[in-house]
């Protein structure tokens, strides 16, 4: 007979992997006691500041821990569709009645408290997934499986686009870790690597260059896969020549056409006897290929578009700045400019606590939230830097591993939703402020200040937990690592 331990599950609790989590909220909340610090006002605790806040929220977090812990795992399987309902409810009533903070109109206030439902409706869309997942005839690799997965992903990213945070909605695209791990596609992935590849490209090369690019980029996919160099020599040649000569009759004729539109023309007559062929040989993957530098065509052609009239000008901006095509160290690349400053400024062992010039001295906005990890490569240095990054790494590293010894479609799935997040979020936020990614405004988990983040985190984590503890029980021959 089981004792109450064991039917709850606090024997086989992953402690360890708790450890890590506690450790990283410690870290940082000293963080963001060293980004508000004021020697003027630092005599006593203080609820108002922000570190009292973060403080109160860790509070709150540990007691919504503590009760998802001793919640039966049961019911997140059977509340999974009626949370991800609710939070899509409160989605929209915050675009209604929600508050506009830095453009985007996602926040909800209640009372003294400012709450952002984005961040739960992770939670929600988390556990969503992972019901619809473990249904009995789930799979990637049928239209029923990718069709719903797909709408539980683009519903909530529609409404967070319509409140205007695009740092939010690309949040969700941490859910390819668990779509790989659940048999996705490989194509979906290299087709997202192509589009930020050409996106990328539209702004470095020239659009001829980048057409070329793409056609030998394709002729060497088809040979890999086909092995037939001969037919490929053909395709390619015949490009070249024909452009050349649709060029040369262009020029003679006194039509305004650019050899870009010329061999813009050949590529699309020369892929007719291509499929043809492919069409006789039955060579499926060409017929890929060349829906795939159709569709990069086109996507090509809305680059401008996208850049210039969906993106705002501050992201832009920063997109350029990314890229080295403009620089504007006191305006759009101030932010950017000044975290490396400080992150270089700590060396390898850092300033020492509260010793941050930069930090002190208020040069980094918004450097208790997006910011966050310039407190620590200043006051830390490399060897702080390079320790907080292996707990976050580890962390990851042990919920995927949750996810894998999990016996049920249901807590996998969930597992490796929330090591997505938590890996997507880790790496945009470092990797925004030494200047490897846009500034798109998402925290870093445990260490931006905000109750709603930290809540949040706090939720996707303990809900694995339990989840994990319970499959402990069913399976007698788990050891915790």
């Given at each position: 007979?089981?004792?109450?331990?064991?039917?709850?599950?606090?024997?086989?609790?992953?402690?360890?992997?708790?450890?890590?989590f506690v450790l990283l909220v410690f870290i940082g909340w000293l963080n963001i006691y060293a980004a508000v610090y004021n020697e003027a006002t630092a005599a006593g605790f203080q609820l108002s500041s922000k570190y009292g806040m973060q403080l109160l929220w860790i509070g709150i977090s540990t007691v919504v821990a503590i009760v998802i812990l001793l919640i039966d795992d049961i019911y997140y399987h059977l509340l999974a569709y009626p949370a991800y309902v609710l939070m899509l409810c409160v989605l929209v009533l915050t675009l209604v009645i929600g508050k506009e903070v830095n453009g985007a109109k996602a926040w909800l206030v209640l009372g003294p408290v400012s709450i952002q439902p984005a961040e739960f409706m992770k939670v929600a869309t988390a556990l969503a997934l992972a019901r619809f997942a473990s249904e009995y005839d789930f799979s990637l690799s049928k239209p029923k499986g990718l069709i719903g997965t797909g709408l539980l992903l683009l519903i909530p990213i529609a409404i967070i686009l319509l409140q205007n945070d695009m740092g939010s909605a690309l949040v969700y695209c941490s859910f390819f870790l668990m779509l790989f791990r659940e048999g996705l596609n490989p194509w979906v992935y290299y087709a997202i690597f192509l589009v930020v590849g050409l996106f990328v490209g539209s702004f470095i090369l020239s659009p001829v260059a980048l057409l070329v690019l793409l056609l030998l980029l394709f002729v060497a996919s088809q040979l890999i896969s086909n092995h037939n160099l001969r037919e490929s020599t053909i395709f390619i040649a015949g490009v070249g020549l024909l452009s050349l000569v649709i060029y040369a009759v262009s020029w003679l004729a006194g039509w305004e056409l650019t050899y870009y539109g010329a061999l813009l023309i050949s590529s699309f007559v020369m892929l007719v006897p291509a499929l043809t062929y492919a069409y006789r040989r039955k060579l499926s993957t060409i017929y890929?290929?060349?829906?795939?530098?159709?569709?990069?065509?086109?996507?090509?052609?809305?680059?401008?578009?996208?850049f210039n009239d969906v993106l705002q000008i501050h992201q832009q901006k920063r997109i350029l700045d990314l890229l080295g095509l403009e620089s504007d160290l006191k305006g759009w690349g101030y932010n950017v400019h000044q975290s490396k400053i400080a992150i270089g400024s700590g060396g390898f062992l850092g300033k020492g606590f509260l010793e941050g010039t930069q930090t002190k001295y208020d040069f980094i906005p918004e450097q208790s939230t997006d910011f966050i990890f310039c407190t620590v490569g200043e006051e830390w240095g490399f060897v702080g830097s390079l320790v907080v990054l292996t707990l976050f790494a580890t962390l990851i590293i042990r919920l995927m591993k949750m996810g894998e010894r999990q016996q049920e479609p249901f807590r996998r799935v969930y597992c490796y939703g929330v090591a997505g997040i938590f890996l997507f979020h880790t790496i945009i936020n470092i990797g925004m402020t030494i200047g490897l990614m846009p500034v798109i405004g998402i925290p870093l988990p445990m260490f931006s200040y905000g109750g709603s983040s930290l809540l949040a985190f706090t939720v996707l984590f303990f809900i694995a937990v339990r989840l994990d503890s319970q499959n402990s029980i069913i399976d007698s021959t788990y050891k915790p690592y």
């Open positions: 007979m089981k004792s109450a331990n064991d039917k709850l599950g606090w024997a086989r609790i992953d402690w360890k992997t708790i450890l890590i890929l290929f060349g829906v795939m530098f159709i569709c990069s065509v086109v996507f090509l052609g809305a680059v401008d578009y996208v």
